[in-house]
Protein backbone atom coordinates (compact mmCIF):
# COMPACT_ATOMS: atom_id res chain seq x y z
CA UNK A 1 0.00 0.00 0.00
CA UNK A 2 0.94 3.58 -0.67
CA UNK A 3 0.81 6.04 2.41
CA UNK A 4 -0.47 9.70 1.78
CA UNK A 5 -1.64 12.50 3.72
CA UNK A 6 -5.09 15.10 3.27
CA UNK A 7 -5.78 18.15 5.20
CA UNK A 8 -9.68 17.79 6.47
CA UNK A 9 -10.90 20.28 8.74
CA UNK A 10 -7.57 21.76 9.38
CA UNK A 11 -6.26 17.85 10.77
CA UNK A 12 -3.34 16.24 8.88
CA UNK A 13 -5.09 12.58 8.15
CA UNK A 14 -2.50 9.93 7.37
CA UNK A 15 -3.86 6.88 4.79
CA UNK A 16 -2.74 4.07 3.09
CA UNK A 17 -4.00 3.08 0.18
CA UNK A 18 -4.04 0.29 -2.46
CA UNK A 19 -5.64 -0.42 -5.89
CA UNK A 20 -7.50 2.00 -8.57
CA UNK A 21 -7.33 5.22 -7.10
CA UNK A 22 -10.71 6.50 -7.46
CA UNK A 23 -9.19 10.13 -7.88
CA UNK A 24 -6.95 9.41 -10.89
CA UNK A 25 -9.79 7.51 -12.39
CA UNK A 26 -11.59 10.93 -12.32
CA UNK A 27 -9.06 12.91 -13.66
CA UNK A 28 -9.01 10.38 -16.52
CA UNK A 29 -12.55 10.70 -16.65
CA UNK A 30 -12.85 6.57 -16.64
CA UNK A 31 -16.31 5.87 -16.38
CA UNK A 32 -15.59 2.22 -14.90
CA UNK A 33 -17.24 2.20 -11.97
CA UNK A 34 -14.63 1.82 -8.74
CA UNK A 35 -15.46 -0.81 -6.15
CA UNK A 36 -14.01 1.10 -2.74
CA UNK A 37 -13.17 -0.61 0.44
CA UNK A 38 -12.50 1.54 3.53
CA UNK A 39 -10.70 -0.34 6.83
CA UNK A 40 -11.33 1.29 10.28
CA UNK A 41 -8.66 -0.07 13.18
CA UNK A 42 -9.22 -0.09 16.26
CA UNK A 43 -8.26 1.72 19.71
CA UNK A 44 -4.88 2.34 19.75
CA UNK A 45 -3.96 1.10 16.95
CA UNK A 46 -3.86 2.11 13.11
CA UNK A 47 -4.33 1.54 9.69
CA UNK A 48 -0.66 -0.71 9.49
CA UNK A 49 -2.49 -3.25 11.66
CA UNK A 50 -4.66 -4.61 8.91
CA UNK A 51 -1.13 -5.83 7.02
CA UNK A 52 -1.23 -7.02 4.02
CA UNK A 53 -4.99 -7.59 3.28
CA UNK A 54 -5.68 -4.51 1.76
CA UNK A 55 -3.12 -5.04 -0.74
CA UNK A 56 -4.47 -8.88 -1.20
CA UNK A 57 -8.13 -7.25 -1.55
CA UNK A 58 -6.83 -4.67 -4.58
CA UNK A 59 -5.91 -7.72 -6.30
CA UNK A 60 -9.10 -8.38 -7.00
CA UNK A 61 -10.00 -5.40 -8.21
CA UNK A 62 -10.62 -3.36 -5.44
CA UNK A 63 -9.54 0.03 -4.52
CA UNK A 64 -8.84 -0.11 -0.58
CA UNK A 65 -7.78 2.65 1.95
CA UNK A 66 -7.39 2.28 5.47
CA UNK A 67 -7.06 6.14 7.81
CA UNK A 68 -5.41 6.72 10.76
CA UNK A 69 -8.21 7.91 13.05
CA UNK A 70 -7.53 11.27 14.19
CA UNK A 71 -5.81 10.34 17.50
CA UNK A 72 -3.88 7.60 16.09
CA UNK A 73 -1.10 6.53 14.09
CA UNK A 74 0.24 9.41 12.18
CA UNK A 75 -2.48 11.43 12.13
CA UNK A 76 -3.34 14.49 14.10
CA UNK A 77 -3.97 14.66 17.74
CA UNK A 78 -5.31 17.69 18.82
CA UNK A 79 -6.46 18.15 22.39
CA UNK A 80 -9.47 19.92 21.72
CA UNK A 81 -11.31 16.84 19.21
CA UNK A 82 -14.41 14.95 20.54
CA UNK A 83 -13.27 12.17 20.82
CA UNK A 84 -16.48 10.44 20.58
CA UNK A 85 -17.97 7.79 18.28
CA UNK A 86 -20.78 10.32 16.60
CA UNK A 87 -17.85 12.31 15.65
CA UNK A 88 -15.45 9.77 14.40
CA UNK A 89 -18.49 8.49 11.63
CA UNK A 90 -18.56 11.91 11.21
CA UNK A 91 -15.20 12.17 10.34
CA UNK A 92 -15.06 8.92 7.85
CA UNK A 93 -18.19 10.23 5.99
CA UNK A 94 -15.93 13.56 5.75
CA UNK A 95 -12.51 11.36 4.95
CA UNK A 96 -14.81 9.65 1.96
CA UNK A 97 -16.13 13.10 0.47
CA UNK A 98 -12.47 15.31 0.68
CA UNK A 99 -10.70 11.59 -1.19
CA UNK A 100 -13.41 11.56 -3.88
CA UNK A 101 -15.11 8.29 -2.32
CA UNK A 102 -18.89 8.29 -3.15
CA UNK A 103 -19.75 4.98 -1.63
CA UNK A 104 -17.57 2.38 -0.03
CA UNK A 105 -18.12 -1.52 1.65
CA UNK A 106 -16.81 -0.41 5.43
CA UNK A 107 -14.71 -3.13 7.29
CA UNK A 108 -14.29 -2.32 10.92
CA UNK A 109 -12.48 -3.76 13.84
CA UNK A 110 -13.34 -3.24 17.58
CA UNK A 111 -13.64 0.54 18.21
CA UNK A 112 -13.96 0.40 14.21
CA UNK A 113 -16.90 -1.28 14.27
CA UNK A 114 -18.69 0.87 16.42
CA UNK A 115 -17.83 3.32 14.35
CA UNK A 116 -18.64 1.21 10.74
CA UNK A 117 -22.27 0.81 12.15
CA UNK A 118 -22.52 4.44 13.59
CA UNK A 119 -21.63 5.67 10.11
CA UNK A 120 -24.27 2.94 8.73
CA UNK A 121 -27.07 4.35 10.49
CA UNK A 122 -26.33 7.85 9.84
CA UNK A 123 -24.63 8.23 6.44
CA UNK A 124 -26.21 4.85 5.16
CA UNK A 125 -26.13 6.37 1.60
CA UNK A 126 -22.58 6.50 2.04
CA UNK A 127 -22.34 2.57 2.29
CA UNK A 128 -22.58 -0.15 0.56
CA UNK A 129 -21.84 -3.18 2.58
CA UNK A 130 -21.21 -3.36 6.51
CA UNK A 131 -18.44 -5.53 8.06
CA UNK A 132 -17.80 -5.70 11.68
CA UNK A 133 -14.64 -8.16 13.46
CA UNK A 134 -15.07 -8.05 17.08
CA UNK A 135 -16.70 -5.11 17.49
CA UNK A 136 -17.36 -2.72 20.23
CA UNK A 137 -20.59 -0.79 20.47
CA UNK A 138 -22.75 -2.84 22.73
CA UNK A 139 -20.42 -3.29 25.55
CA UNK A 140 -22.15 -2.69 29.23
CA UNK A 141 -18.78 -0.91 30.62
CA UNK A 142 -15.24 -2.21 30.08
CA UNK A 143 -14.42 -5.77 30.50
CA UNK A 144 -11.64 -6.57 32.55
CA UNK A 145 -8.68 -7.02 29.58
CA UNK A 146 -9.78 -3.58 28.63
CA UNK A 147 -9.82 -2.22 32.05
CA UNK A 148 -6.11 -3.61 31.84
CA UNK A 149 -5.54 -2.68 28.20
CA UNK A 150 -6.36 1.12 29.36
CA UNK A 151 -3.79 1.21 32.18
CA UNK A 152 -1.30 -0.09 29.90
CA UNK A 153 -1.84 2.53 27.63
CA UNK A 154 -1.26 5.26 30.32
CA UNK A 155 1.87 3.59 31.83
CA UNK A 156 2.91 2.09 28.37
CA UNK A 157 5.94 -0.11 29.78
CA UNK A 158 7.14 -3.39 27.51
CA UNK A 159 6.18 -5.81 30.05
CA UNK A 160 2.85 -4.03 30.85
CA UNK A 161 2.09 -3.68 26.93
CA UNK A 162 3.26 -7.81 26.20
CA UNK A 163 1.13 -8.38 29.18
CA UNK A 164 -2.62 -7.46 27.69
CA UNK A 165 -1.63 -8.01 23.77
CA UNK A 166 -0.73 -11.69 25.19
CA UNK A 167 -4.21 -12.29 26.23
CA UNK A 168 -5.46 -10.99 23.42
CA UNK A 169 -4.34 -13.68 21.13
CA UNK A 170 -5.00 -17.34 20.94
CA UNK A 171 -1.34 -18.42 21.35
CA UNK A 172 0.99 -15.49 23.16
CA UNK A 173 4.00 -16.60 20.51
CA UNK A 174 2.46 -14.76 18.16
CA UNK A 175 2.90 -10.91 19.59
CA UNK A 176 5.89 -9.75 18.07
CA UNK A 177 8.20 -7.79 20.03
CA UNK A 178 7.72 -4.80 17.05
CA UNK A 179 4.32 -5.15 17.48
CA UNK A 180 4.73 -3.98 21.40
CA UNK A 181 6.99 -1.53 20.62
CA UNK A 182 4.91 0.12 17.55
CA UNK A 183 2.33 0.14 20.08
CA UNK A 184 5.01 2.08 22.53
CA UNK A 185 5.56 4.75 19.82
CA UNK A 186 2.59 5.58 19.07
CA UNK A 187 0.86 5.97 22.31
CA UNK A 188 3.81 8.21 23.11
CA UNK A 189 3.37 10.51 20.70
CA UNK A 190 1.67 14.05 22.27
CA UNK A 191 -2.30 14.11 22.43
CA UNK A 192 -2.05 10.23 21.66
CA UNK A 193 -2.72 8.73 25.41
CA UNK A 194 -5.63 11.79 25.60
CA UNK A 195 -7.16 10.38 22.62
CA UNK A 196 -6.74 6.59 23.67
CA UNK A 197 -8.67 7.58 26.93
CA UNK A 198 -11.63 9.53 25.46
CA UNK A 199 -12.14 7.13 22.81
CA UNK A 200 -12.07 4.50 25.47
CA UNK A 201 -14.51 6.07 27.83
CA UNK A 202 -16.72 6.74 25.01
CA UNK A 203 -16.92 3.17 23.56
CA UNK A 204 -17.08 1.38 26.50
CA UNK A 205 -19.70 3.28 27.88
CA UNK A 206 -22.20 3.72 25.53
CA UNK A 207 -24.26 1.32 22.79
CA UNK A 208 -25.13 2.01 19.85
CA UNK A 209 -28.51 -0.11 20.61
CA UNK A 210 -30.62 -2.50 19.50
CA UNK A 211 -32.53 -0.86 17.36
CA UNK A 212 -29.72 0.77 15.56
CA UNK A 213 -28.84 -2.98 14.83
CA UNK A 214 -32.38 -3.64 13.69
CA UNK A 215 -31.75 -0.80 11.78
CA UNK A 216 -28.78 -1.62 9.96
CA UNK A 217 -30.68 -5.05 8.82
CA UNK A 218 -34.04 -3.34 7.68
CA UNK A 219 -31.96 -1.18 5.34
CA UNK A 220 -30.79 -4.11 3.44
CA UNK A 221 -27.13 -3.09 3.51
CA UNK A 222 -25.52 -6.69 2.95
CA UNK A 223 -23.80 -7.05 6.46
CA UNK A 224 -21.04 -9.71 7.93
CA UNK A 225 -19.83 -9.79 11.72
CA UNK A 226 -16.48 -11.93 11.90
CA UNK A 227 -15.41 -13.03 15.75
CA UNK A 228 -12.36 -14.86 17.02
CA UNK A 229 -13.66 -17.41 19.70
CA UNK A 230 -10.94 -16.86 21.95
CA UNK A 231 -11.59 -13.47 21.86
CA UNK A 232 -11.02 -11.85 25.79
CA UNK A 233 -10.82 -8.19 25.21
CA UNK A 234 -14.91 -8.00 23.78
CA UNK A 235 -15.84 -11.66 24.86
CA UNK A 236 -18.10 -14.00 22.04
CA UNK A 237 -21.02 -13.34 23.85
CA UNK A 238 -20.92 -9.70 22.11
CA UNK A 239 -21.10 -11.15 18.74
CA UNK A 240 -24.41 -12.86 19.47
CA UNK A 241 -25.77 -9.46 19.80
CA UNK A 242 -25.00 -8.29 17.13
CA UNK A 243 -26.72 -11.06 15.19
CA UNK A 244 -29.42 -8.59 16.04
CA UNK A 245 -28.64 -7.19 12.64
CA UNK A 246 -31.28 -9.79 10.15
CA UNK A 247 -29.75 -11.06 7.42
CA UNK A 248 -25.91 -10.72 8.48
CA UNK A 249 -23.74 -13.23 7.74
CA UNK A 250 -21.77 -14.65 10.29
CA UNK A 251 -17.76 -16.49 10.49
CA UNK A 252 -16.45 -17.49 14.02
CA UNK A 253 -12.54 -17.91 13.38
CA UNK A 254 -11.34 -20.59 15.69
CA UNK A 255 -8.04 -20.43 17.08
CA UNK A 256 -8.19 -16.41 17.22
CA UNK A 257 -8.25 -13.77 19.57
CA UNK A 258 -9.32 -10.12 19.42
CA UNK A 259 -7.99 -9.33 15.93
CA UNK A 260 -8.83 -12.71 13.80
CA UNK A 261 -7.48 -10.63 10.35
CA UNK A 262 -3.79 -10.47 12.40
CA UNK A 263 -4.13 -13.94 13.41
CA UNK A 264 -5.52 -16.19 10.49
CA UNK A 265 -4.56 -13.45 7.42
CA UNK A 266 -5.10 -15.93 4.83
CA UNK A 267 -8.60 -16.83 6.20
CA UNK A 268 -10.24 -14.12 6.50
CA UNK A 269 -8.71 -11.91 3.47
CA UNK A 270 -10.94 -14.53 1.37
CA UNK A 271 -13.80 -14.53 3.36
CA UNK A 272 -13.87 -10.71 2.50
CA UNK A 273 -12.71 -11.12 -0.82
CA UNK A 274 -15.78 -13.17 -1.46
CA UNK A 275 -18.48 -11.00 0.67
CA UNK A 276 -16.85 -7.78 -0.92
CA UNK A 277 -16.67 -8.57 -4.56
CA UNK A 278 -19.61 -11.60 -4.64
CA UNK A 279 -17.16 -14.42 -5.92
CA UNK A 280 -15.93 -17.67 -4.95
CA UNK A 281 -13.10 -19.45 -6.25
Keep these: ?41 GLGSSAD ?6 DALSLSGLHTVAPDLPGFGLSDKPSELDYTIKEFAKF ?21 GYIAAQLTTDYHDLVNKLVLIDSSGMLDGPTPLLRQYLQAAMNPTKQAVRIVFEQMVADPIRIADVLVDGFIYRINQPGAKHAFKSAFENSVYTQI ?13 PTMIIWGMKDNLIPIKYFKIFEAISGSQTFLVEDAGHAPFAEKPAIISEILRQFLTNKAR
Excluded: C
Design 1 to 41: MKQAFLNLDGLKIRYLEAGNNVLDNARSNNTTEVQNVLFIH
Design 49 to 54: RWLDIP
Design 92 to 112: IAGFMRKAGITRASIVGHSLG
Design 209 to 221: GTDKLKQIGESKI
